[in-house]
């Protein structure tokens, strides 16, 4: 009878921990971004496979340690941390920690189970560098260096971005150290001479003494080849040299050299450099390297195995390695093999291993693992024109099993309404080159006339990685039509014809930050060819292209400059061209001082008419007052004609302004006011621009 009770009891116990609602975590005192960002760091941390039924005293103790390690890398040097706890049986007991409690944590009662969990953060006075100071530095400026330590790009010396930590000193200093090695200075020492903290404003004056050394170079290089257990090299070389030595220029050297014997058949050849000799001339040190090389046997590949495709076809992944059973086990061709088989994008990873069978022959393997086929993106964005644009993307991925794709794209603005169907097939003729299969639709209400384009094609998307290029030609049939929408609207050309079109799509890319630019140039162009051969009616040619460029002064000013062409020739007998295929300047990305096509040709009625040519031109400067907010001045200029036959341009309008951009990690958001500087006639004097992303 007692059994049966106890187990009875027990086996209610459990039912009531089954059914009890999950324990709840919280944090507050960080701010709103800060109590997620921890809340979710401590979920990742502790919580790997779902929560428990309670926390535990182990858990609120492991809390105390993430939350205190955080706030004191964020610079929070003396935290305050609180917790509150809600045991399951409804008592509530509350600790406190403080950095001066000498790193010892509250003690907690054993066993604890604890349904609710509050933890309140105060996180004291932010430790920032008021000061830094560099003795013995002459390798490199004392600006390039404090970058290692603060963010120096900006004006405005905020206190969140010079922020100080023990921990994120001595990373500064070790970066320090190896940016010298870097540059040659091998035996380069970065010491803290003296660290004055103020624990009642948090600044904090530090200064390092720099010992560089003398600069390395490399005189020569001797390169000695064993094979297998002889003692004496088959092969000596010597290069004569005048390169600065680092750990970098060793690595590089070693590597090229392990290339040159993996494309042979040699995956196991090991390198080793030494210093055979050095000399000391003046502020230099000559160095006489001797790399040793043991090729190691010669591999031919055995079998080429795939593991994990549970849904990809063994065919598609077979065809992208480039190495076949029987060859030299070139370890270049097996990683160009990775490289291919991890773009198909299908994949979460792709490891590449090797499994010798015997002494000269390796199978090879490539373990994937396949990613979700299905994904949901939301859409947004904002412009001074079209205001709030929102929508959704649905791509599927690896249809048929063989890494196709296709995409929905639906989008929905104050403006607009627009649609986009893409189905990819990739890599269908060769290494890098895609074709695809496309349907879209789009009504957009502009300035002076509602344009509606209704179409769809194929095509091939080539990239060029040497080249850092990418183009795609493709074919396109569809509607054009422009309609009233305001007396503005002065329809010029055939209103709704069927046109059938080549489309040549090219893109040239050295930027250094796509979204925000800040060194390199961008060239792009776009060839559009109708004609009644391809199907519709329309013919005509049309050609815009683009370049930007970006100049830095220092790491917080910069230059931007933009040029734009385009040119729309009717062709055939009647000489039409579609309303929609003329040029419509004006806008954030484009003439600043006017609205979104509202620096387009006007006739006599001051209707829009659009331009069959123009040329625009733009000169920005950039000053970061801070390493998220920038304030921008601009001159923006624009020639233009109605009729080619006027080409270049019969008309100059020109804008001059400033704004202010906003760092997020969608693209800056900016707002900025152009002031037209030779309005015409029903032009505005100026307009506010808000958008997101760069104009360049």
């Not at 100071?133 to 400026?141: I, N, P, R, T, V």
């Not at 750990?247 to 014997?261: A, G, R």
Request: include cysteine; charged fraction near 20%; hydrophobic fraction near 35%.
């Amino acid at each position: 009878m007692f059994l049966a009770v106890m187990f009875a009891a027990l086996a209610a116990r459990a039912a009531d921990k089954a059914s009890a609602p999950p324990p709840k975590l919280k944090i507050r005192g960080y701010g709103w971004f800060g109590d997620l960002r921890l809340n979710r760091t401590i979920k990742l941390m502790e919580f790997p496979s779902g929560k428990p039924a309670f926390f535990d005293a182990g858990f609120v103790e492991d809390c105390f340690v993430i939350l205190s390690a955080k706030l004191h890398d964020d610079g929070f040097l003396q935290p305050k941390i609180t917790v509150d706890l809600t045991l399951t049986n409804g008592q509530r007991l509350s600790y406190m920690w403080t950095e001066t409690a000498e790193n010892a944590l509250p003690s907690l009662p054993q066993p604890l189970e604890a349904r609710e969990v509050k933890f309140y953060l105060k996180p004291g006075v932010l430790y920032h560098y008021s000061q830094i100071q560099f003795l013995g530095l002459e390798a490199m400026s004392a600006k390039q260096a404090r970058s290692f330590f603060i963010e120096t790009s900006g004006l405005i010396p905020l206190e969140q971005n010079r922020i100080y930590s023990p921990e994120r000193l001595n990373r500064s200093v070790s970066n320090l150290q190896q940016a010298l090695e870097q540059v040659g200075y091998h035996d380069a020492r970065v010491n803290v001479a003296q660290l004055n903290r103020s624990d009642k404003t948090g600044a904090v004056a530090v200064t390092l003494q720099i010992k560089q050394g003398q600069l390395f170079m490399v005189r020569s290089v001797v390169r000695e080849v064993y094979q297998g257990a002889g003692r004496a090299p088959v092969e000596i070389r010597t290069n004569e040299l005048q390169d600065i030595y680092s750990e970098f220029w060793e690595q590089d050297y070693i590597q090229s050299i392990k290339t040159n014997y993996y494309r042979q058949g040699y995956p196991q050849v090991s390198v080793d450099v030494r210093i055979q000799k050095r000399e000391a001339v003046e502020d230099k040190v000559f160095l006489n390297l001797l790399a040793t090389v043991h090729p190691g046997p010669r591999i031919r590949t055995g079998d080429i195995e795939f593991v994990g495709n549970k849904q990809t076809r063994w065919s598609l992944l077979q065809a992208r390695v480039p190495l076949k059973p029987g060859d030299w086990l070139d370890r270049q061709k097996a990683e160009e093999g990775q490289y291919r088989v991890s773009r198909l994008g299908v994949f979460k990873s792709v490891e590449l291993n090797y499994e010798p069978v015997n002494s000269n022959l390796w199978n090879v393997t490539y373990d994937v693992q396949e990613s979700k086929r299905i994904d949901v993106n939301l859409l947004f964005g904002v412009g001074s024109y079209d205001l709030l644009r929102g929508g959704v993307e649905l791509d599927q991925y690896n249809l048929w099993g063989l890494a196709h794709s296709q995409s929905l794209e639906l989008v929905q603005s104050f403006k607009s309404s627009s649609g986009n169907y893409t189905y990819t097939i990739p890599e269908l003729f060769g290494l890098d080159m895609d074709a695809f299969f496309d349907a879209s639709g789009l009504r957009r209400q502009e300035p002076s006339f509602i344009r509606q384009e209704y179409g769809g094609g194929a095509g091939l998307k080539k990239e060029f990685p040497n080249l850092h290029t990418d183009a795609s030609l493709r074919y396109n049939y569809g509607i054009l039509q422009a309609t009233s929408a305001s007396i503005n609207f002065a329809p010029l050309g055939a209103q709704s014809p069927e046109v059938g079109e080549l489309i040549l799509d090219v893109n040239h890319s050295r930027l250094d930050n796509p979204l925000y630019p800040h060194n390199g140039y961008q060239l792009l162009g776009n060839v559009e060819y109708a004609t009644p051969y391809f199907g519709g009616q329309a013919d005509f040619l049309r050609m815009n292209v683009g370049a930007s460029y970006h100049l830095p002064l220092n790491n917080s000013e910069w230059l931007h400059f933009r040029l734009q062409h385009g040119v729309a020739v009717p062709l055939g007998n009647d000489q039409s061209l579609p309303f929609v295929r003329r040029f419509f300047p004006g806008g954030a990305d484009s003439i600043r001082g006017y609205s979104e096509g509202e620096a387009s040709p006007r006739n006599d009625q001051g209707q829009f008419v659009g331009a069959e040519t123009y040329a625009s031109g733009t000169v920005e400067f950039e000053q970061a007052l801070t390493p998220k907010w920038s304030v921008v001045a601009f001159v923006d200029a624009l020639e233009e004609a109605q009729n080619l036959n006027h080409y270049p341009g019969d008309q100059a309008l020109f804008s001059a302004g400033s704004g202010l951009s906003w760092r997020t990690i969608i693209g800056p958001i900016r707002l900025e006011y152009g002031y037209n500087l030779n309005p015409r006639p029903g032009d505005p004097m100026g307009t506010i621009q808000f958008s997101l992303g760069v104009p360049f």
